[in-house]
């Protein structure tokens, strides 16, 4: 008998490969939808179509894509779009077959961006045409095809019929997915519209491949948008180069905004400059740093650099970076929608033949480390959050530049890294600039650091003053116990505050506590309110004390229902409102099943509301809108955001800061006011795992009478029930 024995074996995949290429391959629903747009463009079509019908929710939701490119024959579905990995488009790359109409060379490559359909729902329609063909239809269950063993027994029945569809002379592919895996919400939609329709490039002209996204109903979910277009308006600083074999040739443009240059006329004006050829370009003189080895320590290159021959090609870029320091924002008409719109979109994106490469320039891809350069070098550097960037290459000569399989960038190789190095070269061009400019921004606005004068007078005598006021109202025998509760946790939080938050800050949160307990208690009794409700108050007062140690020392947290949450501030808030004669309305009543449970700590969550209450009241009477029936403060959940929410929306003047200002210790605009309240609710927030968000009105479901400020107490998706 033989000492071994040969035996040969065929792979046989599972059927359920079908899924883990579509849904677990694929990370998100975003780029799903940019694999079938990819698709359209290969296809040689002028435009898609991405409709989302009913999409919040998910029995009867429907995203349908549809273009107008050469569609697929009976041989073309049954030969390369029924092969997994077929190599039909890598093939045509190789031999630089381009489309007839726009000179296209297939953008996929892989042979599995189809199976992104899965991503996005259980069931698929597909309808194609080629011109003078008949119509095709595949109409696939993918929970039925994965039910069996084998990929090789789960077929798809082909239909081959006259057409119903491309009807005429008409042509292209259709695909029309339900039973949607999620129901969407707003910030879905606004999140993949703002991603797809980033595809192409938001600054190049849209004559050779637009796409078109609409709603069926209707929901308004994409309305008051910011957009490139508006942000480009607001950009102080513009960059544009050109790096070819003959090296770089760039444009700097340096424009204020006119209110600047009209504030400081011989100090501050445009400027340009232009450089052909670059002689001081540092890609073609220093490599690229080796592994984490330090900027400046870059070797010196061996032999000359070819772009071609690194399989990167000519590289173009546009730079448009933006200054948000509080003087040039203060020039600024939409500062708070520049700001989100950047933080959300800013970063550097890259776009090959016009076509973008995911996922750079994601808020979660800081692919260039421009986030961690600027916090070592804050002044000079530039960060994701202040620049709008696109990298243009050439599809043909970046061959070396090798898509990942899940559609999340380059393979990190050589060519790769000479790539990102020959970005940073150029970036730093702009730097360079840029820090003239600023240097003369700075000189011209003589910026002075302002020494913090928080004005906090005693917390004893804040207690002193409501004891005296309980005294005069003959209710110290009810009321008494509570306010020595108030003094009692007042003197043991303060040591260990001071010591965790650094003197002086920890005790002012408490103190903002009191101060606004202490106006709300005094403004009851000297409004003859009911002794049960004082008492209520009272206890309230002495629970937030104790919840803003929360922030230093561990709690006992609780699972709570947002709606008594809300409960327990308006019980202690009406009464300020009835006064000022705005109305608190409890959105909790008409959205109950939009309610969630949370875990963690009452006190502290109930004192973070109750601040978000108070600011609301403050600014609608400061507004002059004194007569107005619209004034109102409105309090409901909403599930718009990454997580549950407690949204609070008012119908004052809203926010003149942004979001990273207002939630600053000290930062006020209230003529006496601490800067305390958003602090503490942003410090509340992060203790919970959670944020403070500060969303748009069309990003959130509130009524429209609250046009003000709108703030989300956002908890992770992950602690609710």
């Known amino acids: 008998m033989p000492d071994s024995t040969e035996h040969k074996a065929i792979f046989r995949p599972r059927a359920r490969l079908l899924e883990l290429l579509g849904d677990q391959l694929i990370r998100h629903h975003r780029i799903a939808l940019f694999e079938l747009v990819k698709n359209a463009y290969d296809a040689d079509s002028p435009s898609i179509d991405v409709l989302l019908k009913n999409i919040q929710d998910k029995d009867k939701g429907v995203i349908e ?3 107008t490119g050469e569609g697929m024959d009976l041989e073309t579905v049954l030969n390369v779009w029924m092969e997994p990995a077929s190599d039909h488009k890598a093939n045509k790359r190789k031999q630089n077959i381009r489309t007839p109409i726009f000179n296209r060379l297939p953008v996929g490559e892989k042979g599995v961006g189809r199976f992104a359909v899965q991503k996005l729902g259980d069931r698929a329609l597909l309808v194609t045409r080629r011109a003078g063909h ?7 269950d993918w929970t039925t095809l994965i039910e069996n063993y084998y990929l090789e027994n789960a077929a798809v029945t082909v239909t081959e019929r006259q057409p119903e569809v491309f009807t005429g002379d008409s042509h292209g592919t259709l695909i029309r997915i339900t039973g949607i895996k999620d129901n969407w919400t707003r910030g879905d939609v606004r999140r993949v519209y703002r991603s797809i329709t980033a595809m192409v490039s938001p600054f190049a002209p849209q004559e050779t491949f637009n796409v078109r996204f609409s709603m069926e109903p209707n929901k308004e979910w994409l309305a008051d948008l910011f957009s490139a277009e508006k942000a480009r308006e607001y950009a102080l600083f513009h960059f544009d180069f050109g790096l070819d074999e003959d090296g770089l040739t760039w444009k700097y443009c340096f424009t204020p905004y006119p209110a600047i240059k009209a504030d400081y006329p011989d100090l501050v004006r445009n400027r340009k400059k232009m450089v052909e050829q670059d002689e001081c370009f540092e890609f073609f003189q220093l490599a690229p740093p080796e592994n984490d080895q330090r900027w400046k320590k870059r070797p010196t290159r061996k032999s000359e650099i070819s772009l071609r021959s690194t399989g990167i090609g000519p590289v173009k870029g546009r730079f448009l970076v933006f200054d948000l320091d509080r003087e040039v924002k203060a020039k600024l008409h939409d500062v708070q929608g520049l700001s989100q719109f950047l933080k959300e979109q800013g970063g550097v994106r890259v776009y090959r033949d016009g076509m973008r490469v995911y996922d750079y320039g994601e808020p979660e891809n800081d692919w260039l480390g421009l986030d961690m350069r600027r916090v070592q070098t804050p002044a000079k550097l530039v960060s994701n959050n202040l620049i709008l960037g ?21 393979v990190e190789n050589d060519a790769y890294r000479e790539f990102r190095y020959a970005v940073m070269c150029a970036l730093t061009v702009l730097e360079a600039e840029r820090k003239i400019d600023k240097d003369v921004m700075r000189q011209a606005f003589k910026t002075r650091k302002e020494t913090e004068d928080t004005g906090i007078d005693s917390p004893e005598s804040a207690i002193d003053e409501l004891r005296k006021k309980v005294v005069g109202a003959g209710m110290a025998d009810k009321l008494g116990i509570y306010v020595n509760r108030v003094e009692k946790t007042y003197k043991e939080a303060r040591e260990v505050l001071m010591s965790a938050v650094g003197a002086g800050l920890g005790l002012s949160l408490v103190f903002h506590e009191i101060e606004r307990g202490v106006r709300g208690l005094v403004y009851a009794l000297e409004t003859g309110q009911s002794v049960s409700k004082v008492m209520e108050m009272a206890r309230q007062l002495a629970e937030m004390l104790e919840g803003a140690a929360f922030l230093v020392r561990k709690s006992e947290r609780e699972t709570l229902r947002a709606s008594d949450l809300f409960r327990y501030v308006a019980f202690s808030n009406r009464p300020r409102c009835e006064y000022h004669k705005i109305r608190l309305l409890n959105g909790f009543e008409n959205l109950s099943d939009k309610n969630f449970s949370v875990n963690g700590s009452r006190r502290m969550l109930t004192a973070t509301l109750t601040n978000l209450v108070d600011n609301s009241i403050h600014w609608i009477n400061v507004s002059g809108k004194k007569g107005d029936e619209q004034r109102c403060i409105w309090v409901g959940p909403s599930h718009d955001l990454e997580g549950p929410a407690i949204v609070v929306a008012d119908s004052g003047p809203g926010f003149q800061d942004p979001p990273e200002e207002v939630v600053k210790p000290f930062f006020t605009r209230r003529l006496e006011g601490m800067g305390l309240g958003l602090y503490y609710a942003d410090m509340a ?9 500060f969303p748009e009105h069309a990003d959130v479901d509130i009524p429209r009478a609250c046009s003000g400020a709108s703030v989300a107490m956002v908890f992770s998706a992950e602690g609710k029930k």
């Open 65 to 67: 894509v549809r273009d």
């Open 134 to 140: 008949r119509e095709i239809v595949l109409d696939m």
């Open 390 to 410: 696109e990298i243009h290459l050439d599809l043909s000569s970046s061959t070396k530049l090798q898509e990942k399989t899940n559609r999340e960038g380059f």
């Open 685 to 693: 927030m992060k203790a919970h795992n959670g944020r403070l968000a």
